[in-house]
């Protein structure tokens, strides 16, 4: 089920997911809704404005990754899912980034050249 629109008020539950509670932004009406489990979308714009002038990116303000795994353009800073440039937004591709940038980190961390 998707919410557009919808502010999380709570995630509902004690030992797992229960439910969920937002507001409709647009209605103010309050809802709560019984579920095994949330995604939350919070938009598709990064936020990389204080990465300006530290790390390169690209005309959407997502960081730009070299040729190995996750590498910007400053020794040894990682950038893994929606916020790398070419990441397709979905969980999946920013999970195997996230395996990405965790195997280049213990690569760099153990004086792989690169």
């Known amino acids: 089920m998707v919410r557009c629109g919808a502010d999380v008020g709570e995630i509902v539950g004690s030992d797992r997911v229960e439910g969920v509670t937002f507001t409709n932004a647009a209605t103010g009406a309050r809802e709560t809704l019984e579920v095994e489990g949330v995604v939350v979308r919070v938009g598709s714009r990064p936020n990389t404005e204080f990465l300006e002038d530290v790390l390169d990116l690209d005309a959407s303000g997502r960081v730009v990754a070299g040729a190995e795994p996750a590498e910007t353009s400053v020794p040894f800073v990682l950038a893994a899912g929606d916020?790398?440039?070419?990441?397709?937004?979905?969980?999946?591709a920013a999970l195997a980034d996230g395996e990405a940038a965790a195997r280049r980190a213990m690569a760099l961390l153990a004086g792989a050249p690169g």
């Open 83 to 92: 916020v790398r440039a070419g990441s397709r937004p979905a969980v999946a």
